[in-house]
DNA sequence: CGCCACTATGACAACGTTGTCTTCCGGAAG
DNA sequence: CTTCCGGAAGACAACGTTGTCATAGTGGCG
């Protein structure tokens, strides 16, 4: 900056109040800085503007599970764009559903003075964040509450989407239903495994605690659970799957099954449509959540100091005919 | 930090030292320093430190199309990995495809002074790169080159990747192969029509400009190409999908068509195996590219000083069945 | 006992900006 | 001709850190 000052025989104030667009610049004179500026290819360095603005750095933080999964990589792009239309740009990571990792990088966040952090936590102590909160970063959770403090929320509508899914399969003949999901330490899996259970004591069927598996949905796991639940005599004639992650898993360790079992996911996918039969889904709007949650941290940013809120969003049973064939 | 130094007793520069694990202070002064941390919930002002220490910023910048897109979203994922081995941050951000945002993005990047940049370009002009290139910020471009500058690139094989889907679908008899792409402006899209016309010299069949549709992937446009070009008599026996994108919305307008195309996509994606028939695909390492690039990128933070690298990962065809099909 | 080396700590400037206050100048009003 | 006012520009401090240098105390050694 001194050195365009410099060049245009200015001083460093001019300068500022150029690039800044403030008035009582003579035009002759902000035109002179302008092309010093051109001509050194001057950048103003934004983190020391913030530092003595004292103001916000105009970014946020979003922590997921992990950004290559599409259905946080919604998430992302739909916060991009509430951020976007609020000029912030917005840092990411991913925790690898890693609680001591979600915490190292919301701590990172805060270091970098982030304006806030919308985040969907891995881990269910959030007794670090009270300071931060406290000193001013708000902090929206999205798709899982906060584990031990009051914070604002946004959730979906875990429990009545499950419920409704096994009633759905309830409807047509199914009497033996298998839940595979996600580990029952995370909240989504937990709730809709609470569903689950409800959806069986709704429908008239007794919960069978053999029908159900959580764990990591990796390929190998859902494999050993299909091999387990899905085939031989008494094999479950219905399944529904926890999230999209178990969805498509399961999808490939059937696809070489003679007949499929009826099947329903909790989150929709792409693709699901146009699978033999399509897979029915209870369906949610991941934009709308990326976007409530936004919507909500921005309102914070803004000074909002009503009470925290908790938002459930509803979900919606997509009927597309895996979740309607009878069982054999 | 002059609060903790005033709780602790101590002055500005020990807080400082204690914070930055520094030696040759007294234990008992560093816990009496902690404490006080502890405290006061103080958490360093990243900002500033970057500022007096002039050095790097810990965050490096990602310009993509659009986060939401399962492609470049792995690509996202597989930066974050390289960038979080660095110890540095990721700053994303979608370009929608517009040149005029992409360099808003950049423009602002620089402005938070990240250590570097990675950038799936979306316009073909990048003049306004070099001020910042010299001022000392590398950029690396991927998946797409620059436009009119030498920079850092790593690329996939489409024009061989092409060619190589047309020779198959020759291969199985088909003559009337169409190519379904994105807008010609775009790079890979441009590419990957030069590999269709190449790959129809190769394969001894005379290329038809009225097979080629090459627009912006909606669900509409891609539609109306399948009517105009698979349907009634005189359609295309087989198609080439120039992107994911394109697959997934042909996939979709064919659904309920008597006889489905062969087909081959450009780009795997997520339950292509699953489909019936599954498609095939010109399948592209989408971790590999963004490692590579985000490598190299760091490779020239840490002060890598060689001429500008061109990496270009290699193509594999996957068959799997859509594009083995005979033209009926 | 004086000097040195060493440890522990602090004072101060500087990083690149911008807010506040001051200065300077020319012209209008009294 | 003085006074005042507004426009244009600069001097300087401050934002929250850290690097450099200075200082004070402490123990060992000649």
């Given at each position: 900056m001194s050195d365009v000052a410099r060049l245009a025989g200015v001083s460093i104030k001019t300068v500022s109040r150029v690039v800044n667009d403030e008035?009582?610049?003579?035009p002759d004179t902000a035109e002179r800085v302008m092309a010093a500026i051109e001509q050194l290819g001057f950048r103003r360095n934004l983190g020391a503007r913030n530092l003595r603005r004292?103001?916000?750095?105009g970014t946020i933080g979003l922590i997921v599970?992990?950004?290559?999964n599409p259905f946080y990589s919604e998430l992302n792009r739909a916060v991009e764009k509430i951020a976007t239309s609020f000029g912030r740009q917005v840092l990411t990571g991913s925790s690898e559903e890693n609680s001591d990792r979600e915490r190292e990088l919301v701590l990172e966040f805060c270091a970098r003075r982030v304006d806030g952090i919308l985040v969907v936590p891995?881990?269910?102590?959030?007794?670090?964040l009270v300071p931060e909160m406290r000193a001013g970063t708000p902090v929206v959770f999205l798709d899982r509450p906060a584990g031990d403090i009051v914070a604002d929320t946004v959730l979906v509508d875990n429990l009545g989407g499950t419920i409704e899914a096994v009633i759905h399969l309830a409807k047509h003949g199914h009497r033996r239903i298998a839940f595979l999901a996600d580990s029952p330490e995370i909240y989504t899996a937990g709730e809709r495994l609470r569903g689950f259970r409800e959806g069986c004591v709704r429908a008239g069927i007794s919960y069978d605690e053999r029908l159900v598996v959580m764990r990591t949905p990796t390929p190998e796991n859902v494999g050993e659970a299909v091999r387990t639940l899905l085939?031989?005599?008494?094999?479950?004639t219905a399944v529904v799957a926890g999230n999209n992650r178990v969805a498509v898993h399961l999808l490939r360790a059937l696809a070489h099954a003679e007949k499929r079992p009826a099947m329903i996911s909790f989150d929709d996918f792409e693709l699901a449509d146009l699978l033999d039969p399509p897979v029915s889904v209870i369906a949610h709007d991941v934009s709308a959540l990326g976007h409530a949650a936004a919507e909500l941290l921005f309102a914070r940013v803004q000074g909002d100091q009503s009470t925290p809120r908790k938002v459930v969003l509803p979900v919606q049973l997509v009927a597309r005919g895996s979740g309607e064939v009878a069982p054999s």
């Open positions: 008035p009582a610049v003579h004292g103001s916000t750095t599970e992990d950004v290559g891995a881990g269910m102590q959030h007794g670090y085939t031989g005599p008494g094999a479950a």
